[in-house]
């Protein structure tokens, strides 16, 4: 005697194997995928599917370092595993080889700027460097969009003439007992594919870019997405990387060796006798060699490494363990410099240089430029705290320039992250010539592990690096 049919649906029950499961959100949890199956009874040709499945949810997701929280490096980062992201217009995805570090990762993490800064979770790093994978489509998100809703209707369309035709018993061949489209239905298909159309075949900023190129990038207003294994970037904030140079130096230039190059291009004039305080970081080593590039006749700096400074073109390297820069004879007088750029981040060294002993006041053309305003660590939590901080320095160089000939004119520099109008693809084709050195820290490149990131970050926060900290991704 045959089974019943519903005692044979629970036995095929029983002997199927049950889906895999991916266990943790995208970023808390690490999105680990694991799978269960039953004790027995599992059916040996399903093995392969079931793998199969399992891949597919794997090659979905990639390995990342993110902040869970804002907070202490050893506390808030991990390691997790997330979705790869998708490309949209002007986009561009690649495939991560090096990422290196800044200041303002380290902000990040602390949460020194969280009104400003990225909503936690969030992937770490900013600056990188490696292969295009995918481009973004040349039709607007808004088209995108549209089309989609357009398809939703005639989705319900279709539902509905298939509903009417059940209910009156039509033959699916038959004509339909609902109206066809109607003319403004038809207009507006016409539009959207008008505009697909058209945005295929204008030239746009990503015709520069095919599958395969190694691009490097920098952030585009929050410096994220970088520690991980695929990051989508603006097509407006990368640049092809020269044969030869290498990720790792293509990522240290990405913002760094951009600021240096712009910085010096506005503010030096030939002949300038310029004093950098800090130059030993990412910004400061590039910084050197620019300023002589840019004319400058004179650079001394305030660092520890010596001969790293020298190598790079410095006359003079004070060591400010044991000399004060504001006090030494030599640069006062006549030898006084014509320019005093702080990449430390100290309101005591502005009242040090507008005592006027080793800087020229306005009268003679004396400047002071700051990359970092008074305080390295500022904190931004409020708007007021936006206000406090925008009535400061505007109120100081406003003041400056009133009384220019007791002052020398103070300026904070805000912009020397500007990669738009070839400034990167300038900047990788003097490397590229060897007209300018890439630094990266005696340290780098750091591994891709928890440990390893830690310890960079914990390098990058200590202020202590010499030259740029770099991270090769895999």
Request: contains cysteine.
């Amino acid at each position: 005697m045959a089974a019943p049919a519903p005692l044979l649906a629970a036995l095929s029950l029983l002997v199927l194997p049950h889906s895999p499961r991916v266990s943790g959100s995208c970023l808390g949890g690490g999105g680990e995928v694991s799978s269960s199956s039953n004790d027995g009874g599992t059916l040996g040709s399903r093995a392969p599917q079931e793998e199969t499945r399992v891949a597919n949810i794997r090659s979905k997701l990639m390995k990342a370092f993110t902040a869970r929280a804002y907070g202490p490096i050893d506390e808030v980062v991990e390691e997790s595993h997330i979705n790869i992201p998708e490309p949209k217009q002007g986009e561009l995805l690649i495939r991560v080889k090096a990422c290196s570090l800044a200041p303002g990762d380290v902000r990040n993490l602390r949460g020194d700027c969280d009104l400003l800064g990225p909503k936690t979770p969030f992937t770490i790093g900013g600056d990188i460097a490696g292969v295009v994978v995918k481009i973004g489509p040349k039709t607007p998100p808004r088209v995108l969009e549209a089309e989609k809703a357009f398809e939703k209707v005639n989705e319900k369309f279709a539902q509905r003439e298939a509903m009417m035709r059940k209910k009156w018993g039509e033959l699916e061949g038959s004509p339909p007992l609902v109206p066809s489209p109607r003319p403004l239905q038809i207009k507006l298909q016409n539009y959207l594919e008008d505009k697909k159309r058209i945005a295929n075949s204008t030239p746009g900023p990503t015709d520069r870019y095919r599958v395969g190129d190694r691009v490097c990038a920098m952030f585009d207003f929050r410096p994220t997405g970088g520690l991980a294994q695929y990051a989508i970037v603006k097509v407006k904030n990368a640049a092809r990387i020269p044969p030869s140079l290498s990720f790792r130096k293509a990522a240290a230039l990405s913002s760094s060796g951009l600021a240096a190059m712009l910085l010096a291009k506005s503010q030096v004039k030939p002949g300038d006798r310029v004093l950098v305080l800090g130059a030993s970081g990412g910004v400061g080593t590039h910084l050197v060699q620019f300023l002589k590039k840019f004319g400058a006749s004179y650079v001394a700096v305030t660092s520890t490494a010596t001969r790293l400074m020298t190598s790079l073109g410095a006359d003079d390297v004070i060591d400010y363990r044991t000399e004060e820069w504001s006090e030494i004879e030599k640069y006062q007088g006549r030898n006084r410099f014509d320019l005093i750029i702080d990449l430390v981040g100290t309101y005591d060294s502005w009242k040090k240089a507008k005592r006027l002993k080793v800087l020229k006041g306005g009268l003679s053309g004396g400047r002071y430029t700051t990359l970092v305003g008074d305080d390295r660590y500022m904190q931004i939590h409020s708007m007021m705290d936006v206000l406090s901080l925008l009535r400061r320095y505007t109120h100081r160089q406003l003041w400056t320039r009133l009384f220019w000939p007791l002052y020398p004119r103070y300026t904070w520099f805000l912009d020397g992250l500007e990669p738009a109008n070839g400034n990167l693809d300038a900047l990788l084709s003097l490397v590229d010539k060897r007209e300018v050195k890439c630094v990266l820290d005696p340290a780098s490149p750091f591994r891709f592990t928890l440990h390893s990131i830690k310890k960079a970050l914990h390098l990058q926060e200590s202020y202590r690096g010499k030259g740029k900290v770099v991270v090769d991704v895999h």
